[in-house]
C-alpha cells in the first residue's frame, strides 16, 4: 500500500509499527515452546501425548518415551495394533523445529525491538520461518499418524496452540524481515563530491 501527496514526491510505503511484530514474534515463540512441552497434544482416557513421549497420571505420573511405545508396539501380534515409525520419528522433528523457529522468532523480535539493521549471513527470521514450516508439516504427520484405533485418540488444546504459534510465528516473521533488514545503501551519497571527477 503506497501514499502519495505530490507527484514530485516519491511514494511513501505504509510500514506496520514496530512494536506489532515483537509483540507476535514473543506471543508465537511462547505458544510454540508451550506447545512442545505440554503432553496435551492427543489425549486418550488414561494417557496424554507430547511430541516426544506420553505421560500416564493415574494417580501417579508416569512417562514413557514415544520411541519406547513403537517398540513396544511393534512386538504386538496384531498389525492394527502396532504404531508407525513416522510417529516418534516425526514428534522429535516437530519438537527440535519448533524450538527453532522459536529461537528465531526471540532473536528477530531483540534485533528489532533495539531498531538495528544487522548484515548477517542467515537472518534469524529465516531461520524461524524454516523452523516452523519444518515443524508444521512433521507435527501434522506426528497427528496424523497416533497409535490406537480410530477415535481413540483425540486433538487436546496443545496441538491448537501449535497451530496457532505457528500461524503468528509465520506473520511475525515476515512483519520482523522487512524491519530487520540491512539498509540499502545510499547510491547517490557523495555523488556530487568534485574530488571524484
Request: proline fraction near 7%.
Amino acid at each position: 500500500m503506497t501514499y502519495t501527496t505530490d507527484d514530485d514526491i516519491a511514494p511513501v510505503t505504509w510500514q506496520p509499527p514496530r512494536a506489532l511484530g515483537v509483540i507476535l514474534a514473543v506471543v508465537a515463540a511462547a505458544g510454540l515452546v508451550a506447545a512442545c512441552f505440554s503432553h496435551r497434544w492427543l489425549i486418550t482416557d488414561q494417557l496424554g501425548y507430547s511430541p516426544l513421549q506420553a505421560e500416564r497420571c493415574s494417580p501417579d505420573c508416569a512417562r514413557i518415551s514415544n520411541f519406547q511405545i513403537f517398540e513396544t508396539a511393534r512386538q504386538l501380534p496384531f498389525n492394527e495394533d502396532r504404531v508407525a515409525r513416522a510417529f516418534p520419528v516425526a514428534g522429535a522433528v516437530a519438537f527440535g523445529a519448533l524450538l527453532l523457529g522459536a529461537a528465531g522468532l526471540l532473536v528477530a523480535a531483540g534485533i528489532a525491538a533495539a531498531n538495528r539493521h544487522p548484515d548477517l549471513p542467515v537472518a534469524p527470521t529465516t531461520i524461524s520461518l524454516v523452523g516452523i514450516m519444518l515443524g508444521l508439516i512433521s507435527g501434522c504427520v506426528f497427528v496424523g499418524t497416533r497409535p490406537g484405533a480410530p477415535g481413540s485418540v483425540a486433538l487436546s488444546w496443545s496441538f491448537w496452540l501449535f497451530g496457532l504459534g505457528a500461524v503468528a510465528g509465520i506473520a511475525a516473521t515476515h512483519l520482523l524481515a522487512r524491519q530487520i533488514r540491512p539498509r540499502d545503501p545510499d547510491l547517490l551519497h557523495d555523488a556530487m563530491n568534485l574530488d571524484q571527477f
